[in-house]
Structures are given as C-alpha cells and as structure tokens.
C-alpha cells in the first residue's frame, strides 16, 4: 500500500476564556506499512495510533475519547493524547523566580500550577501543515502563545512535529523560541494500552531508572535527591507486569540509550521509547474517571517543579535560543 495523508474535519470548539469557536482538523498519516497515526489540531493531540499485532491485525493502541466536545470537556478529559505545555509538570505554589523576578502562574490544581494551566496548549487549536519526504510522513503544528499567558513570561512560538516511517517509528519532536527569558517543558500525554482495549494490568514494563522523584501528599517534590528505588515494587528495569500496581512516579533516567519498553504478551505488541530527556512520568489512569486503568502514561520531558529546584536539571529558556525535546517511539510484534 502507498503512503498517504489525509485531512478532514472534526468540527468547531465551543471556545474557551476568549478563545472564539474555531474549526479543528483531523490529519491521518498512513505509512502503507501498518503504522497510522491520526493526529488533531485542537490540544495537537495524539488520537490514535494504529499498529499491527503478531497476526498483522491492526488496532488502535492508545486511548481516545469519542468526539470533540469529549475532548474539551476539561472533567471527562485529563489530557488525553495532547500536547501538554507551556510546562508540563507541576509548579509548586504557582510561582517560580528568573533573575530575581518572581512570577506566579494559573493556579490548577489547588494552590499548584500544573499542565499548563486551565487553559494550556491542550486547549488551544494548533495552525497545521503536512508534509511528506521520501517514505517520512509528517504533520508540523504551530501555536504561539502571548506573553504572560498562564502567568508565563515572554512571547512563546511552539511547534511540535509528528513524524511516522515505514520502520514502525512515531516521533515527537518539539522546539519553541521566545521573546523573554521564561520557562518550557513539553511532553505528550498519551493513554498507552497496547491491547488496543482493557485494562493495562496484564503488560509488561520496563524503565532504564534507578531513581525515582518523591512526592508529597500534593504530588509536589519533597527536597532532597530522587530516591534509591533498586529491588523495590518501583523498580522496572527489567520488565514485570504492571498488575496492580499504582503509579503516579517520575523515574530519573539512567542513560539516554532508552527510556521505557512496554509489551502486552496477549498481542504481541511492543513499545521501545527512546529520548533526550532527564526524566518519564508514567501514570496508570487510576483516577481517569470511568476508564481506570484503561491505558498508561509514558511522558518523557523535564522534572516536576524543576523551576523551583536548583537540582535538577535547568528549563530556562532565553531570547536567542532554542527549546528541543525528541522522543521516538519505536513499535514491533512478535
């Protein structure tokens, strides 16, 4: 089959805090190998993603909501498939410092700023264009966001490309640039359940960390150091079940050669993640209202409260510079 990319409307946003109703596209880009992705321009979200199982039958392999208004429906929908920023993790308290200047932020989620903000890039509508390049199929969705947005500082320009192959490879990559020194951090929020439907429980899953981030009560980072989590329940470097376990962590990454690995046995369905990121949330929709334990979040990018937090690695952006963030996703049966 040849490769292909197609587009068509999903319908118009109801508008949100100013935001007018606006027309939100569907692109579907079809590798003709097996590997199909269908990406939105409302929240840039990832929708599904269709990879063939060990009999070569094809599914959708993360969760989805059924129409739009499900997707904006901010109580049935916690960032299902979107691109989440301007930061993506939590903000202690709303606010953070840059050059002895203190900023405070949309308050979200009780006195913490978390995703964003109420009205983060997974609620605005991304300006799109697709692209083919030999057999690399790509959609490049842009959004800029003004200064103080959220609270943010600085005139944000973001872009995040989706790119499929033949190879039975996704990409995420993500650049912003700014106007002011600010803050940035994307990641994808995808629901993963490589069954296509169920519960995750039964997969196996694989992290290359030793050290995971430890909370509060609030999920915010107590201080010190990510902790020690070798022979622990939390320790998954080599692949065990999910089973029961809850997981609302960050996992430090030990090495930049992979990420995570997931595999459902029933399908045969694998998932290899690789980035160049510190740091994967990974989350097991146990308070996803309705569809608990439908799917797993893999969200590679910085650390929580990271602007707070001197020890942990920097994300700072300033006027000149370029914000990047790659993750691949490389996907097999057997």
């Known amino acids: 089959m040849a490769a292909t990319i197609r587009r068509e409307s999903v319908g118009t946003t109801v508008g949100h805090r100013g935001q007018g109703p606006a027309e939100v596209d569907a692109y579907t880009l079809d590798t003709g190998a097996g590997l199909a992705v269908v ?56 606010r953070f410092r840059l050059d ?27 300006a799109a264009e697709a692209e083919r390049s030999g057999e690399v199929l790509s959609l490049r969705l842009r959004l800029d966001s003004p200064d103080g947005d959220q609270g943010y500082p600085g005139a944000l320009s973001a872009e995040v490309l989706y790119q ?31 069954a296509g439907t169920g519960r995750i429980d039964g997969h196996l899953l694989a992290l290359n960390s030793t050290r995971a981030v430890v909370f509060d009560d609030q999920l915010i980072p107590l201080p010190g150091p990510p902790a020690d989590i070798t022979g622990s329940p939390l320790d998954h470097r080599a692949p065990k079940p ?41 989350y ?9 334990r439908s799917g797993i979040c893999l969200e590679t990018g910085p650390m929580p409260d990271a602007p707070n937090r001197d020890d942990y690695p920097p994300v700072r952006l300033d006027p000149g510079e370029t914000y990047r963030h790659r993750t691949v996703h490389h996907f097999s049966a057997h």
């Open 164 to 194: 499929v192959s033949p190879d039975g490879t996704l990409t995420f990559a993500y650049t912003a640039t700014t106007t002011a020194s600010t803050i940035v951090g994307f990641t994808n929020h995808a629901y993963w359940n490589l």
């Open 39 to 94: 990406v939105w321009t409302y929240g840039a979200q990832l929708v599904e993603v269709l990879v063939p199982d060990r009999e070569g039958r094809t599914g959708n392999v993360v969760v989805r909501l059924p129409d739009l208004g499900g997707y904006e429906n901010r109580a049935a929908n916690p960032y299902v498939g979107s691109t989440v920023g301007r930061y993506c993790r939590c903000v202690a308290g709303g």
């Open 100 to 126: 002895g200047v203190e900023y405070h932020l949309d308050r979200n989620d009780g006195d913490h700023h978390i995703h964003g903000g109420d009205l983060g890039f997974d609620r605005y509508v991304w």
């Open 284 to 292: 097991s929709a146990d308070g996803f209202a309705g569809r608990r």
């Open 242 to 282: 999910v089973g029961e376990l809850r997981l609302d962590n960050c996992f430090v990454l030990d090495d930049p050669d992979w990420a995570a690995r997931l595999h459902d046995p029933a399908s045969g369905r694998t998932m290899r993640v690789v980035t160049d990121q510190p740091a994967v949330g990974v």
